[in-house]
């Protein structure tokens, strides 16, 4: 059998020129990896270089080697893992391009380990998930939450 994994959700996060990278968000993906509240699949970071204009790429150094964001920013756009999220492949080399000098972009992927258990529940009860998603703030704001 399979082993059951929580949903896999991939985030773009821009940043403008100028921001400070204090190690916040690093440190929140830690305590939450450490609670294991999300496992880390994948992580790219884009800067585009103030002065020389150059995208400058770090990658997630992961189990594998090579990336999975790193797959739909090099790969053709009819590859594969692009069908895999929502976010396709173009998308992440569109966001790239768009850098302006100075500023960056995070993605990364990862999965919401919290919801191992309510996987299992709905395989074992022979449930079959057929749409899932996050609201924006707009849209929680909306309905009231």
């Given at each position: 059998?399979?082993?059951?994994?929580?949903?896999?959700?991939?985030?773009?996060?821009?940043?403008?020129?100028?921001?400070?990278?204090?190690?916040?968000?690093?440190?929140?993906?830690?305590?939450?990896?450490?609670?294991?509240?999300?496992?880390?699949?994948?992580?790219?970071f884009l800067r585009r270089d103030e002065s020389t204009g150059a995208?400058?790429?770090?990658?997630?150094?992961?189990?594998?080697?090579?990336?999975?964001?790193?797959?739909?920013?090099?790969?053709?756009?009819?590859?594969g893992p692009a069908s895999a999220f929502r976010l396709t492949a173009?998308?992440?080399?569109?966001?790239?391009?768009?850098?302006?000098?100075?500023?960056?972009?995070?993605?990364?992927?990862?999965?919401?380990?919290w919801a191992r258990g309510l996987a299992q529940a709905i395989i074992?009860?022979?449930?079959?998930?057929?749409?899932?998603?996050?609201?924006?703030?707009?849209?929680?704001?909306?309905?009231?939450?």
């Amino acid at each position: 059998m399979p082993e059951i994994t929580g949903p896999v959700q991939i985030l773009a996060v821009g940043f403008r020129a100028g921001a400070r990278f204090e190690g916040r968000i690093a440190e929140q993906i830690d305590r939450l990896e450490r609670a294991n509240t999300i496992r880390v699949l994948d992580f790219v970071f884009l800067r585009r270089d103030e002065s020389t204009g150059a995208l400058v790429r770090t990658d997630y150094d992961g189990p594998d080697g090579a990336g999975r964001v790193t797959t739909l920013l090099d790969g053709p756009a009819e590859n594969g893992p692009a069908s895999a999220f929502r976010l396709t492949a173009d998308d992440v080399r569109e966001a790239a391009d768009a850098l302006d000098p100075g500023t960056s972009a995070g993605f990364i992927i990862f999965e919401h380990v919290w919801a191992r258990g309510l996987a299992q529940a709905i395989i074992d009860t022979d449930g079959v998930p057929f749409a899932e998603g996050f609201l924006a703030p707009e849209a929680v704001a909306a309905i009231g939450g």
